[in-house]
């Protein structure tokens, strides 16, 4: 009987390791890489924020390919996590949208305006040799929301 009891104190210890570990995993704000293969990547996000970290990320994944992400489709689970599935293609396939203004802030109506400013942003401050980027989004009292991004040289 002594012999039994260490296994179910290990099991109970690795069983209470376990539901810790989801239970921290879950109180996190990150998006949460779910699929990738050569070249696409697939993140969960939650919000806004997220949904732009996602896109900075991607863009990490697609760099050996030598590429940036293109949204390859949305979608939103019956549990409500959101999903973004991005596919790494060339620059000129990328299409980025016009020069921002100097403050880089946009304004947007749905996530996939948010990743295309977001990459468009990247790419700017890309451009200047300041490859780290910032953002900040305002949702403001009218329902609209803008964000505005700050490039700074890697660190």
Known sequence: ??????????????????????????????????????????????????LIQAN????????????????????????????VAFECVTDQQAAPMSRPDSELRYDYR???????VSRNAQVQCRSIGKPDMRSTVVVHPDGSRSVTFLCSPRT
């Open 1 to 50: 009987m002594s012999a039994q009891f260490p296994r179910f104190a290990t099991a109970i210890l690795g069983a209470t390791v376990l539901v810790l570990t989801a239970s921290c995993a879950s109180t996190m704000s990150s998006p949460r890489q779910v699929a990738a293969s050569n070249p696409s990547v697939t993140y969960q996000y939650r919000n806004d924020d997220e």
């Open 110 to 116: 749905t996530d996939q305006e948010l990743l295309d």
């Open 56 to 83: 900075q990320r991607a863009i990490s994944f697609c760099e050996p390919y030598h590429s940036l992400p293109r949204t390859q489709h949305f979608s939103e689970g019956p549990d409500h996590q959101k999903t």
